[in-house]
């Protein structure tokens, strides 16, 4: 069997989250990176791995896949390492609540939120919009609320060990974590902060700091 492809962006945080996967479990891989933000748009052979433009996508011995959930289960399954996801149904379920809750919550007003509008958009001297900024920064607000709930006393948030949940969480709230309102708003989540920055300290999320983090 070949080593597996993943074609995304360093900066990328659901590409981070296919590395981390990678990472944790010990597998080679290559990153291809696929410039999906620049004025030409989205490459023409990454239409044709993941037609909805995004990133990452997954190719490995003729196989191809996206959806960063779905890759990561089946870098999780396809590969020897250490398990991510539980065996028990409660623990599966609930780090299959923690994936739903940053896709459909905590992604947008986070990266494209608040992130963008304070280190994306200075950097590119682009003026955000501040409206926005708000909006999103309530919805940020709750997301920590959710999550700092259902991590609870718990290590990792599907229990006392590291699951998919955690790696997909991190990368997203690291980056809102080097925003002004993220630190804010982390302080007032003691426990999501002290995970966060127990997960920051694992070797590939270092492995893995992409542009912006490493200029902090
Ligand atoms: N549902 C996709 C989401 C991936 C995604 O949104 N990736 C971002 C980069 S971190 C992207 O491609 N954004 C391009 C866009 O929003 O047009 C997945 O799970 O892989």
């Known amino acids: 069997m070949g080593d597996p492809v993943l074609h995304g962006l360093s900066r990328s945080v659901y590409t981070r989250i296919a590395r981390l996967a990678l990472e944790e479990k010990g597998v080679r891989y290559t990153l291809e990176e696929v410039e999906i933000f620049g004025p030409d748009g989205v490459p023409k052979e990454h239409l044709a791995r993941q037609p ?3 990133i990452p996508a997954l190719t490995h011995d003729g196989f191809t896949l996206y959806e960063t959930g779905a890759i990561t289960r089946y870098v999780d399954e396809a590969f020897t390492g ?3 996801q539980p065996r028990e149904p409660p623990a599966r379920a609930r780090m299959n609540q923690v994936i739903g809750i940053v896709d459909s919550y905590c992604y ?3 990266i494209w939120g ?7 958009a200075p950097a590119e001297r682009i003026q955000p919009e501040e409206g926005h900024l708000a909006q999103s920064l309530a919805k940020c607000r709750s997301c920590c609320r959710a999550l700092e709930e259902i991590l609870g006393s718990q290590r990792y948030f599907a229990g006392g060990e590291l699951t998919l949940a955690d790696l997909h969480v991190a990368p997203i709230l690291l980056y809102f974590s080097i925003t002004r309102e993220g ?8 426990r999501l902060r002290a995970w966060l920055d127990d997960m920051a300290a694992r070797p590939s999320v270092q492995l893995t700091k992409g542009k912006y983090e490493l200029a902090q």
């Open 52 to 54: 909805f433009g995004r």
């Open 82 to 84: 250490p398990r991510l």
């Open 108 to 110: 947008r007003p986070m």
């Open 114 to 120: 608040v992130f963008y509008a304070r280190i994306v």
């Open 183 to 190: 630190v804010e708003t982390l302080s007032a989540h003691p």
